[in-house]
């Protein structure tokens, strides 16, 4: 008799005949053996690899997300946060700079739960290796979480203390070699169901994709966009389509470029220089845009801005700044 998650491989694995896509059901039933941890190892590399080379439908990964959330700890859904952003993607070329607008925008729209995860080996810059320098410590648990949204307005967690079966699936890339659907999902996740959910992604139609996505999901409003390496930080060097999906409409609002300029690599990755920028002791070409854009975007996002308008705030709030305590102080 045969496993019965091998009904899900054979669905999709039959070839381009015989093979079709799994059902918004099928999707939610074979990610929760998934996460249960009721397939072998062998079946769980097939299904994910498969998965990558047709790539998932927006039904499958609607179907994966609700299997996730379903395993999601009530404590961590009643964080009771106004914004959720997903950090996954690490920098590579340049700083973390959209973390100093997050942290203007916990001061001015209500508390933010940042979360993410790290690959090893992958040579990025992540969110987590960076937030303690700038005031925030990494919560390891609902009640730590909820004393720095007390403290600080915005909290931490990662996806290993979220949802460790997902954070497994993402570290098989060591393995792999390539991607699976578990670095959209985390992406997609809102662990908190917070009313403001914000996605940044790296790939061409990916950003449409999540949309599709979102749109299955009416409670929550969300932002998806094509960030710097696939990060939610506007880079300012290239138009940016922001994706709002707002009851389950999506509407696209173009954030032009404000230079013209490109960037060098910045080498060094010094988290000092985001300290430096932040207390006004230099300036940096990149970063400085960087900063302004995406707060202007998360402006728009959360407060239905016209674009002009929400630069003009970003740059008010980023001159208020106070600068003789850390960003998220």
């Not at 590579?92 to 790290?118: D, E, F, I, T």
């Not at 915005?154 to 070699?177: C, H, Q, S, T």
């Not at 999506?250 to 300290?275: G, I, Y």
């Amino acid at each position: 008799m045969s496993h019965p998650f091998s009904n899900y491989i054979k669905i999709i694995g039959k070839g381009k005949k015989g093979s079709r896509s799994l059902t918004e059901q099928e999707a939610f039933d074979a990610m929760g053996m998934l996460l249960r941890d009721e397939v072998t190892a062998e079946q769980r590399g097939a299904f994910l690899m498969l998965l990558r080379t047709q790539e998932e439908t927006p039904a499958e990964v609607t179907g994966f997300l609700r299997a996730c959330r379903s395993l999601i700890r009530d404590d961590f859904q009643n964080l009771n946060v106004n914004v959720d952003i997903g950090c996954y993607a690490g920098k590579r070329r340049q700083l973390p700079w959209y973390l100093l607008a997050v942290a203007l925008l916990a001061k001015s729209a209500g508390p933010v739960l940042l979360h993410g995860a790290h690959e090893p080996g992958s040579g990025r810059l992540y969110a987590s290796k960076v937030l303690p320098a700038l005031g925030l410590p990494l919560a390891g648990s609902a009640t730590e979480a909820k004393t720095h949204i007390a403290r600080h307005q915005a909290a931490y967690l990662d996806l290993g203390e979220l949802l460790a079966p997902l954070n497994e699936l993402i570290k098989l890339r060591e393995w792999f070699g390539l991607r699976s659907c578990a670095n959209t999902l985390a992406r997609l996740l809102n662990p908190s169901l917070a009313p403001f959910a914000v996605q940044g992604v790296y790939h061409m139609h990916l950003d449409y994709k999540h949309c599709r996505v979102n749109e299955a999901f009416p409670e929550y409003d969300s932002l998806c966009f094509r960030g710097d390496g696939g990060d939610p930080e506007v880079n300012a060097e290239r138009p940016t389509d922001l994706l709002i999906t707002r009851r389950g409409h999506t509407e696209l609002v173009p954030f032009p470029e404000s230079s013209s300029r490109w960037a060098l690599k910045d080498k060094a990755m010094d988290v000092q220089t985001l300290l430096a920028v932040w207390r006004g002791e230099s300036t940096h070409a990149y970063g400085n845009q960087a900063i302004l854009a995406t707060l202007a975007s998360l402006l728009v996002f959360t407060q239905s801005l016209p674009v002009e308008t929400a630069m003009s705030q970003a740059k008010a709030m980023w001159e208020k700044r106070d600068t003789s305590t850390l960003p998220f102080l």
